[in-house]
Antibody
Framework: EVQLVESGGGLVQPGGSLRLSCAVS????????MDWVRQAPGKGLEWVGR??????????EYAASVKGRFTISRDDSRNSLFLQMNDLKTEDTAVYYC??????????????WGQGKMVIVSS | DIVLTQTPLSSPVTLGQPASLSCRSS???????????LSWLQQRPGQPPRLLIY???NRFSGVPDRFSGSGAGTDFTLKISRVEAEDVGVYYC?????????FGGGTKVEIK
């Protein structure tokens, strides 16, 4: 069974930093594109960013709202995905989901989702 | 950036009756490879989203055949042929044709 399990959320003050992790099991993680998606309380879904596989140099893409503040990385030896969030703003308050990309760039749909981790940015 | 507009915002449906959800894009979602990367997801209350349809009309594994997707270019539709109680939730369209990817605002399906 494929599982994505996020950890590392919590409460942080504006301007602070937080790192989310996503432990992946049940698939060949190193071959997968992985994305992060967030959802503010009571709101819709917002794409955060992507990291491609090793064959594509672990290249990344980001939403404009987080570019320069958030960094997506991965450790294929530990089957883990990370989201480093710096200079956090109140508007970053959301549930953060790690997501597997089906078929990488050939299908490009989000077929496996973690349960999500809440991040609250508040003073 | 591509904006996806979903209508209606809310769709009250009688059990066993059909539902039709619309997603309109601000620009064509046809990629240079000829494919259209438009998918539909369902989010039940308190749950993460679940993939229903990818590349406009391909039903994902395990999705009941009462769900179908159609459309082309900028106009897309998700149809539920006969709504069941378990279909209650919010439905999102999403484009992965062009970065930054984007989601529609969602359509809430509820039972009358």
């Amino acid at each position: 069974e494929v599982q994505l399990v996020e950890s590392g959320g919590g409460l942080v003050q504006p301007g602070g930093s937080l790192r989310l992790s996503c432990a992946v099991s049940g698939l060949t993680f190193s071959d997968q594109y992985m994305d992060w998606v967030r959802q503010a309380p009571g709101k819709g879904l917002e794409w955060v960013g992507r990291i491609r596989d090793r064959a594509h140099s672990h290249s990344t893409e980001y939403a404009a709202s987080v570019k320069g503040r958030f960094t997506i990385s991965r450790d294929d030896s530990r089957n883990s995905l990370f989201l480093q969030m710096n200079d956090l703003k109140t508007e970053d308050t959301a549930v953060y989901y790690c997501v597997r990309v089906l078929g990488n760039g050939k299908i490009d749909a989000f077929d496996i989702w973690g349960q999500g981790k809440m991040v609250i940015v508040s003073s | 950036d591509i904006v996806l507009t979903q209508t209606p915002l809310s769709s009250p449906v009688t059990l066993g009756q059909p539902a039709s959800l619309s997603c309109r894009s601000s620009q064509s979602l046809v990629y240079s490879d000829g494919n259209t990367y438009l998918s539909w997801l369902q989010q039940r209350p308190g749950q993460p989203p679940r993939l229903l349809i990818y590349k406009v009309s391909n039903r994902f594994s395990g999705v009941p055949d009462r769900f179908s997707g159609s459309g082309a270019g900028t106009d897309f539709t998700l149809k539920i042929s006969r709504v069941e109680a378990e279909d209650v939730g919010v439905y999102y369209c999403m484009q992965s044709t062009q970065f930054p990817f984007s989601f529609g605002g969602g359509t809430k399906v509820e039972i009358k």
